[in-house]
């Protein structure tokens, strides 16, 4: 069993490697996905888009849109449902 600081704690050497992989992989999957964002930015000028956040708002118009188009198949005879699209 390791020993940690003046207060007597014992942790077990099973418990120290859980923390130590879990944390190496939680700084592996953090790196990862910081390098994945920045192609992800360095991409979306190609496509039109100049920061993530006009690609966010780009993605809710659309959900957005389809929502509503939605509403007025549903209810095609509907004066509020036409005036709502």
Known sequence: MARFGSIGWRVPVTYGTAIAAAAASSAVLITVLFLSL???EYSLPRFGFFAIREFH???RD???LKDMTSLAQAAPGSADS???L
Do not use: F, G, P, Y
């Open 57 to 59: 708002i780009a993605i």
């Open 82 to 84: 036409l005036e709502q």
């Open 38 to 40: 920045s192609k992800i």
């Open 62 to 64: 659309v959900t957005h």
